[in-house]
């Protein structure tokens, strides 16, 4: 076989091995994390109800089973470990959380404040509240914030310590949990959002701001406003 034979060899080799690593990744973004879709019911078109769900380790069968996590029930009822979440235009987003995860004190009180949700407020395990202060109680576990809707909603804490403290996602209601409501505008046009939780939570990394933090389908995710 001649130099340039081998060397076109080479080359093909190459080009097939790139090839597929680039189909990996490619593929890897296409399905991970997926997308809930939220639809309004015949009844209430211009509204949407969201369920999610945050978890202090997401659990065995994700990439990353450690670190703390977002869940959504789609259509079908199943906990889909995501962030990504699929709503319409012009459209009301009445959310409930179910917070599994432990909380304290914050690093800055202005994200202890409720904006961008109708009235500006949320109801916290029957309660309405407009401020939540993490100098007392448990404290903020996680936030839920868009900063391009003005949305940001602090999610009270459980102590790690309770009986029933739920290890890894799903959880489920007979684990102990704190229920937090609000609603939402999507606004008039299609956009993706990004939100992502404000509360340093990456263990062993600079600051408690990598990790987790910085990664899709854990703590940081977009709302897509679709037509």
Known sequence: MNKGARISIVLVSAAVAVGLILFGIFGYLRTYPPTVVFTPSPTQPHTV???????PDV????????WPGWF?????GKWV???LYQVPERTYVH????????????RNPI??????TVGNDAVLNGKTVSLLNAAQGFGVGHTIVAPALNLSVPVWGLSGNEKTFCQTGPCTLSNAHNVETFTFYTGNHPHNYRWQCFIPCGAGYLNGNGGPMATTGYMAGFWKVVA
């Open 111 to 116: 994200w202890g404040k409720i904006t961008g």
């Open 72 to 76: 959504a029930k789609n259509a079908q």
């Open 95 to 106: 959310v409930t959380v179910y917070e599994y995860d432990s909380g304290g004190p914050l």
């Open 81 to 83: 470990q995501t962030t």
């Open 49 to 55: 109800d969201v369920t999610l769900q945050v978890a």
């Open 59 to 66: 659990g065995p069968g994700h990439a990353h089973p450690s």
